[in-house]
């Protein structure tokens, strides 16, 4: 199942054994959430969240200030652009960040973390 939407203000959401959640709202806000077996959750805005929940999910955004964070028993959190935090909860887990300003934080068993072109 794939679920998409385009425009500003804009929400998706799936549920499922696997589906993908994408949003694009490339000059204002957009969420992504999905919630299944092995789900995507992808946003391509100016501020966007992107929330992935499952077996395996991964959640990815691209813009200012967003914020990706998933939660499961293996989870990939990627964000890149400026203003950026990726977030990762889970059993097996890597969290990566690309751009200014950008944090990524890892919480799990097995974590891996990253974050590029960080200014301080």
């Not at 499922?16 to 946003?43: H, I, Q, W, Y």
């Not at 955004?61 to 964070?69: I, V």
């Amino acid at each position: 199942m794939e679920v998409s939407t385009v425009g500003d203000l804009s929400t998706v959401e799936c549920y499922g054994p696997f589906c993908t959640a994408a949003c694009d709202g490339v000059t204002n806000v957009c969420m992504s959430k999905c919630v299944g077996r092995s789900c995507e959750a992808l946003c391509r805005s100016t501020s966007c969240v992107t929330f992935g929940m499952g077996t395996v999910s991964t959640s990815s955004c691209l813009g200012h200030a967003c914020f990706a964070n998933c939660t499961g028993e293996g989870c990939i959190s990627l964000c890149e652009g400026t203003g950026c935090a990726a977030e990762c909860h889970a059993i097996k887990c890597q969290a990566h960040c690309a751009g200014a300003d950008c944090d990524s934080r890892c919480f799990g068993g097995l974590c891996k973390h990253t974050t590029s072109g960080k200014n301080d």
